[in-house]
């Protein structure tokens, strides 16, 4: 099993939810949070000799799958996220070593 996380501008989370329901993908988390990288969002300004730093909003999705779904989601997500400006955000995908759920007891790929 893999978790696959990306980092995306906000206004393309409908886009990209839309898509990804289309290749049969519906377990997703979905939060709001801010940050920044190594190329700043011009948009928003960072002030950093007066320790107030205005960070980017982005939503973060985070969704674990089987190994061979993995990619297929990131093309999905890749595909509807992109803009090609600074700040469309990362997609960063990893291993995930065990799974259980709570309802039901299942572990790994049943548990998902």
């Known amino acids: 099993m893999m978790e696959i996380k990306a980092y995306i501008q906000p206004f393309m989370l409908n886009k990209v939810e839309t898509a990804l329901k289309k290749i049969h993908i519906h377990g997703i988390s979905v939060c ?5 990288g190594r190329e700043k969002d011009e948009s ?30 990131v093309d999905c997500i890749y595909r509807n996220a992109h803009t090609g400006r600074i700040g469309d955000g990362k997609i960063f995908i990893t291993e995930v070593i065990r799974a259980k759920s709570i309802r039901t007891g299942e572990e790994g790929e049943n548990a998902i």
């Open 32 to 36: 709001e949070v801010r940050g920044f």
């Open 44 to 73: 928003f300004p960072h002030y950093y000799q007066e320790y107030v730093v205005e960070f980017t909003p982005k939503i973060k999705i985070e969704i674990v799958c089987p190994d061979k779904d993995v990619e297929k989601i």
